[in-house]
């Protein structure tokens, strides 16, 4: 087998452990180090030494995050790779056998590097994802508060499109000081929540316990430091996003798409989209395409596949939003798959072409334009044409049809 590179190597990555086989076509040799920051110099150090061009390990958790600060940067090229692209056959498994295993498939230039952007676009990312998961905790911490009203008879929820908006959070702290008056209540309502008002009492005549009370003032107080938090992330991410303010608002034209959708995805794909020779690898990248798993000619399933769920789920959030405008092509696409796939399906498909509507943006500096919500009717126009009729002659209709030249 063709050699590519003349000397690399392989390492096997674990919490307290590094396993690295240096291999050229005159010697072989491995040794162990540790993941402390000076083990990990001394490993730099050695291959310095042994003159590696090239270092391949697995994406293990995040434990070859250490390994990678530690070397990039230099005249190394360094290549993180999907475990479940290079496994052994099994049987004879240990950690240096592994990382020969590496050193051997990255030497005959086997392997596929996954994408790893720069420190400051980690950086960068590491913080939008966190954004994202105090935004998940606060929901979590609304369910709960969701719950205790339900135990105490208070049907907020079902008058109030937002239980945790102005009016809702003024009445809940009420409730949490001891009024249970449901008038005094109702009277704290602001804007169009007013016209509600005889539902309000209705809805705020419940038994609230003294359980229920502190319940719903711990919670309250976690839902306002959860807000501070999101405030403090978004004012960071939006400082550190400032180079990216053309692309998002470029995105932020696409039906659907808000600034914090348009960061979230910035923040994992970047702008630059020559790392995705085609808007099929970006797709296949994030996960938001049909998945291949055929047989004996027939094909088993779709699923898509476990895939960037940052990138997915901020997709299928802007998808949902998109489709809500009845006079866009997705949302005409969104009807025209979820009649016959169902709506799951028929949302991913909307994400999907989100995300390829995004790429070619991003890589040819274009503007949104919607293709419009007869797109699928003027593309297929005969063949809609000789359906319907077809139908009502079915039904006994005599058709005859003019066209309008206005």
Not at 268 to 291: L, N, Q, V, Y
Request: with cysteine; proline share 2%.
């Amino acid at each position: 087998m063709e050699v590519v590179h003349e000397r690399c190597c392989g390492l096997d990555v674990h919490k307290a452990s590094v396993t690295a086989c240096v291999l050229s076509s005159q010697r072989r040799e491995t040794r162990t180090f540790g993941t402390m920051t000076d083990e990990l110099l001394r490993l730099a150090a050695w291959l310095q030494e042994e003159q590696v061009t090239h270092v391949a390990m697995e994406s293990t958790g995040v434990y070859w995050k250490p390994i990678h600060n530690i070397l990039e940067g230099g005249q190394l090229e360094l290549l993180v790779v999907n475990a479940r692209h290079v496994k052994a056959v099994p049987g004879r498994k240990t950690d240096v056998k592994d990382a020969e295993w590496l050193a051997d498939l990255l030497r005959h230039g086997l392997l596929r590097a996954s994408f790893v952007p720069d420190r400051q676009h980690r950086e960068l990312r590491e913080l939008v994802r966190y954004r994202r998961v105090v935004i998940e905790q606060r929901g979590d911490v609304a369910r709960r508060i969701q719950k205790v009203l339900e135990g105490a008879n208070i049907k907020l929820g079902d008058v109030a499109s937002d239980v945790l908006g102005v009016s809702g959070m003024a009445m809940l702290k009420a409730l949490v000081a001891g009024q249970a008056d449901p008038v005094a209540l109702a009277d704290l309502a602001k804007k169009g929540l007013k016209r509600k008002r005889p539902q309000l009492e209705r809805a705020l005549l419940g038994s609230v316990g003294e359980h229920q009370r502190y319940l719903l003032g711990r919670q309250l107080r976690q839902i306002e430091f959860l807000d501070n938090e999101i405030a403090d992330l978004s004012q960071e991410i939006e400082t550190r996003m400032r180079p990216f303010d053309a692309a998002i608002a470029q995105l932020d034209a696409i039906w659907g798409l808000g600034r914090r959708s348009a960061e979230t995805i910035l923040a994992e794909i970047g702008t630059d989209m020559s790392r995705f020779p085609s808007e099929k690898h970006i797709s296949s990248w994030a996960r938001i395409c049909p998945g291949q798993d055929e047989s004996a000619g027939k094909r088993r399933s779709g699923w898509t596949g476990k895939g960037n769920r940052w990138v997915k789920s901020a997709l299928v959030e802007a998808a949902w939003s998109a489709v809500r405008n009845k006079n866009t092509y997705y949302a005409a696409l969104y009807q025209r798959l979820g009649q016959r796939r169902g709506k799951k399906r028929a949302m991913v498909a909307v994400a999907h072409s989100l995300l390829v509507t995004i790429y070619f943006m991003l890589r040819d500096g274009t503007v949104f334009q919607d293709l419009g919500v007869n797109y699928f009717n003027q593309r297929d126009r005969e063949h809609i044409t000789r359906r319907s009729v077809r139908r009502l002659e079915s039904l006994g209709y005599h058709v005859t049809l003019t066209e309008d030249v206005a």
